[in-house]
């Protein structure tokens, strides 16, 4: 009988390999994290770290090679293709560093795509989307395509579309590395208020030192390993 | 239906190429709706229903004559009002692509035509005039001929026994429709089958088939089959049918038409495959980071493969809807051409339309879709 964790996440001895003919390439060794709930977490360290595979792996996005992944109590390393997709549906919302928005999509239209998944109406989606873009600030932005939006907009509706379905879980990927440093910091003061007034569990993977220092704790890793075994914590 | 938005949006990228896409597959399904109008046509067989003329040829083929000597057989036949004949000529005015309908006739032919108007006079030269032709005023206004021109027409089966390829006509009569759909009927000219059948060197004493005029047209039926009994196991076995049926078999003379269209169309919706598969597929491997985003916003491998199924049907849809409204206004075009109605775009040819817009549709969305569907996110987002 597994013991009863108080984290929303934890990761327990995760390794994470790919095969390329013969040769295997370890890019996570053996990973053990614990991340609560409400936790605002960066993952830091420098490319080639495996800081996006663990954020992968957390998101629901890829599997371990060996060793568990759980979150809010479903261990998602164990979920088939289609729980999988379910599960991302209802529990994550994910920022990507490029917003990742589909183009041909007005912002509202963007926002409104995780509740394609639900059996909200057509009238329910769309005023569960202006209210996340309006959480965002962006309320007057509806209509405008993401071509007509700068950057830091672009990735509040990203942002906007990552709450829309009330997840417990956001996963940033990077999210200021196309942002200046003022438009930056914006985004990660609206991830912070997020976290802090709404309560979401932020998983932020970021190489900025910067934007690292929104978080309320932090964790680097370098060649696959979490670099110091004891985590350090500090407060924005 | 809430994904509609969507496919649309995606459809709407590329405008260009969605408008040209859309446009080759309208063009495919107006030539299916007109092809398989015209294949329906030459494979129904006309119902006796009510008709008043009747033909009767030769069991065997349409070119097999028939006995003159039938003539009088037929007229014995109960419910037989009258009976006239014709023999196809298939002469050539001055050059081939000058074709036009030309036929012997018997002298009364016209009698069971009401639907032509002949001037009394102009008739009565006909029967006094063993060179005399009488021509519709289409085919007179055409060549630009009046009355008491000479109409050389070379022949192509049936030279005189004069040795000269060239028969010469006197034109006598100039027929015009009674009413303006009869118009297309105009188009053809008719010559004393007397004159003919003593100036050819081969045939001589049969006729090309009867027409028939029945005094009750419900009796159309009955008298058919009274007909082809009389002439069962004789020498000349005969058919008799509807004049649209007889007509549609005289040009299925060409070929199976049948098989002509099949490969037309057979050969269109192959290019049509190539070409919308090529962009269907092109739209979806330039969207491969989009559809990973889907799917890691939660949209299932089966979803996204339904996504773009959903937008290959859309696109094959749209066109192929538009492309066979268009061939039902181009086939009762054609069909004004013909007398009676002939072709027309039937609840068959919709519900075989639709089916091939499905076939389609999972012919070119397949491959993509499922290459979409086994998209991995990671890989995909990694590539992007």
């Known amino acids: 009988m597994e013991e009863a964790s108080p984290n929303l996440v934890t990761i327990r001895n995760v390794t994470k390999y790919y095969e390329r003919g013969k040769q295997r390439i370890e890019v996570l060794h053996g ?40 979150v809010a109590g479903t261990r998602i390393d164990q979920l088939g293709s289609g729980e999988l997709a379910k599960w991302r549906a209802a529990n994550v919302g994910f920022v990507f560093q490029f917003y990742n928005l589909l183009p041909m999509l007005s912002a509202r239209k963007n926002v409104e795509l995780p ?4 059996k909200l109406s057509s009238a329910e989606r769309k005023r569960n989307a202006e209210i996340a873009l309006h959480l965002v600030n962006l309320g007057d932005r509806a209509a405008h395509k993401p071509k007509e939006l700068s950057g830091g907009q672009a990735q509040r509706v990203a942002i906007a579309r990552a709450i829309v379905s009330d997840p417990t879980l956001l996963i940033c990927d990077e999210p200021t590395g196309d942002l200046d440093r003022h438009t930056a910091d914006e985004i990660l003061g609206l991830l912070q208020e997020l976290n802090r007034l709404h309560g979401k569990t932020i998983i932020m993977v970021t190489h900025d030192p910067k934007a690292a220092e929104f978080a309320a704790r932090r964790l680097q890793l370098d060649k696959g390993a979490l670099v110091n075994a004891v985590e350090s914590r500090s407060e924005a | 239906m809430k994904y509609l938005p969507l496919l649309w949006a995606n459809l709407l990228r590329k405008k260009t190429r969605t408008i040209l896409t859309i446009l080759s597959v309208i063009v495919a399904f107006l030539l299916f709706g007109m092809l398989d109008a015209v294949r329906v046509a030459f494979s129904v067989r006309d119902s006796l229903e009510g008709a008043s003329r009747l033909v009767v040829s030769s069991r065997l083929s349409i070119i097999q004559p028939l006995p003159y000597a039938d003539l009088q057989q037929i007229q014995r036949i109960d419910g037989v009002e009258a009976v006239v004949y014709a023999n196809w000529f298939g002469g050539i005015y001055q050059d081939r692509k000058n074709f036009f ?13 009401p639907e032509f108007i002949l001037p009394k006079e102009q ?59 009869d118009r297309n009927q105009e188009d053809q000219m008719l010559f004393r089958y007397d004159y003919f059948d003593e100036g050819r060197t081969f045939g001589n004493g049969t006729v090309g088939w009867y027409v028939v005029k029945i005094a009750d047209p419900e009796r159309a039926a009955e008298i058919t089959q009274a007909i082809d009994s009389f002439f069962a196991n004789s020498a000349a076995e005969t058919k008799t049918q509807t004049e649209k049926q007889f007509a549609l078999d005289f040009v299925k003379q060409m070929g199976d038409i049948g098989l002509i269209v099949t490969s037309i169309m057979g050969a269109v919706f192959f290019t049509i495959l190539l070409l919308t598969g090529n962009t269907m597929s092109q739209a979806v491997r330039e969207r491969i980071p989009e559809l990973a985003v889907l799917k890691t916003l939660g949209f299932s491998n089966q979803r996204v493969l339904w996504l773009v199924l959903g937008e290959s049907l859309l696109l094959v849809i749209l066109g192929g809807m538009v492309g066979l409204l268009l061939s039902m206004f181009g086939v009762n075009a054609l069909s004004a051409a013909f007398r009676g109605g002939v072709f027309k775009v039937d609840i068959n040819s919709w519900l075989t339309g639709v089916g091939l817009m499905v076939l389609l549709a999972v012919g070119v969305g397949l491959p993509p879709a499922l290459r979409a569907m086994r998209l991995r996110i990671v890989d995909a987002l990694v590539a992007h």
């Open chain 2, 101 to 113: 309908a030309n036929f012997a006739v018997s002298q009364n032919y016209l009698d069971i035509y």
């Open chain 1, 115 to 118: 509740l394609l998944l639900t």
């Open chain 1, 31 to 70: 990973i053990d994290i614990g991340i609560a709930k409400g936790e605002f977490l960066a993952l830091m360290g420098p490319s080639g770290s495996g800081k996006t595979t663990l954020l992968n792996l957390i998101g629901g996005l890829d599997k371990p090679s060996t060793g568990s992944v759980e």
């Open chain 2, 123 to 181: 008739e009565q030269a006909f029967l006094t005039t063993r060179t005399g032709a009488v021509v519709g005023e289409n085919l007179a206004n055409r060549f630009g001929w009046k009355l008491g021109d000479k109409i050389p027409l070379e022949a192509t089966i049936f030279p005189h026994k004069n040795g000269s390829n060239t028969w010469t006509f006197d034109l006598v009569g100039i027929f015009k429709a009674r009413e303006a759909r």
